[in-house]
């Protein structure tokens, strides 16, 4: 009798060990899952909220909490960062064409500077690369030097057109990899 090879078992979620020692989760949002997202709404600030929808956001409505819980698919994807099992965080990529995603990320106010934006960026980057796209392109408020930065490691140029800073350029993977790249496509096999 020939033995047969041992199929890979993957985890359901991705771990990444922050600088201070602390353990983020990584796993897909499902679809339809809305409270890990209205978690993350409700820990950032008033600026926070403008910064990622570029506009007064004092609630998160129900058509854009719809439209956000919409995910699984190629054409968009989101994961969620947990500590502790707290959602802190969600990055997200949407198709703008065949080839471009727009990226969009969001991290409680208290665990800005962590590097759990870098790692969400790097997640879904990755995950847009393995579904084909090529591009990536942002829209964001001048004064947010923190995205201006993290986008600048997925090869985007930004320009100011009409009072924000927009961009889209070749996807780049961010270097060096702040995720396990591997494990995160682990993830989205072991899910399928
Ligand atoms: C943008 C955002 C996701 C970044 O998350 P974060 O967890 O703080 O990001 P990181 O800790 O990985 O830091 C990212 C980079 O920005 C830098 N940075 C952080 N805060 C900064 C600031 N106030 N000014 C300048 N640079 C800053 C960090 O040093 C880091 O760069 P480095 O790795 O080269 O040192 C977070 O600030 C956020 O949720 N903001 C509100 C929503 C938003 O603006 N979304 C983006 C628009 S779609």
């Known amino acids: 009798m020939s033995a047969q090879p041992a199929a890979q078992i993957w985890p359901d979620h991705v771990e990444v060990t922050l600088d201070d020692g602390q353990v983020a989760a990584l796993r897909p949002l499902r679809a339809g ?7 993350v709404f409700a820990g950032m600030s008033e600026l926070s909220r403008a910064r990622r929808y570029l506009t007064g956001m004092p609630y998160l409505p129900d058509r854009v909490l719809q439209r956000l819980t919409e995910v ?12 502790d099992a707290e959602p802190v965080g969600i990055g997200r990529y949407a198709a703008y064409d065949r080839r471009t995603v727009d990226v969009a990320l969001e991290v409680v106010d208290h665990w800005h500077g962590q590097g759990l934006g870098g790692i969400l960026l790097d997640t879904v980057v990755t995950l847009a ?14 004064a947010n030097h923190a995205s201006v930065r993290l986008l600048r490691r997925v090869g985007l ?11 889209q350029g070749t996807l780049h993977l961010p270097d060096p990899a702040r995720v396990d790249r591997c494990a995160l496509l682990g993830v989205v096999a072991e899910a399928q």
């Open 33 to 39: 899952e809305s409270e890990p997202v209205l978690e």
């Open 129 to 142: 690369w393995a579904n084909g796209f090529s591009a990536v392109a942002a829209t964001v408020d001048p």
């Open 72 to 83: 699984g698919h190629r054409d968009h994807v989101a994961w969620l960062v947990t500590i």
């Open 157 to 167: 140029t930004l320009q100011v057109v009409d009072g924000v800073l927009e961009g």
